[in-house]
């Protein structure tokens, strides 16, 4: 499957953004999605994913984001959606988004990754 993530820019610190995440060449509901961002310099850190648990899904996000962002996905358009609010500039990252497969553990698919710069 191939990942195609858009949606970063520049934002004042307090703003939001809208990070989207669109599969091709896969069964995108078969595919549990998150969310990543890495600094130059850091490890590559876990933000949000929606993944399926039995009969329905479920969030989970870093404690760094929660309250703050909200993840979506829109399997009729194979798409994910990160909505970022009240971003502060420790939020500034490349974002990537990222598949795997439903009751695993590894991301296998990644996304070619798209900046976000906030500034204070």
């Known amino acids: 499957v191939q990942l195609q993530a858009s949606g970063g820019g520049m934002v004042l610190a307090g703003g939001s953004l809208r990070l989207s995440c669109t599969a091709s060449?896969?069964?995108?509901?078969?595919?549990?999605m998150g969310w990543f961002r890495q600094t130059p310099g850091k490890e590559r850190e876990f933000v949000s994913a929606v993944m399926w648990n039995f009969d329905k899904y479920v969030d989970k996000y870093s404690d760094s984001v929660k309250g703050r962002f909200t993840i979506s996905r829109d399997d009729g358009k194979s798409t994910v959606f990160l909505q970022m609010n009240s971003l502060k500039p420790d939020d500034t990252a490349v974002y990537y988004c990222?598949?795997?497969?439903?009751?695993?553990?590894?991301?296998?698919?990644w996304g070619q990754g798209t900046l976000v710069t906030v500034s204070s």
């Open positions: 060449g896969g069964t995108f509901y078969s595919y549990d």
């Open positions: 990222a598949a795997k497969y439903r009751y695993t553990e590894r991301y296998l698919y």
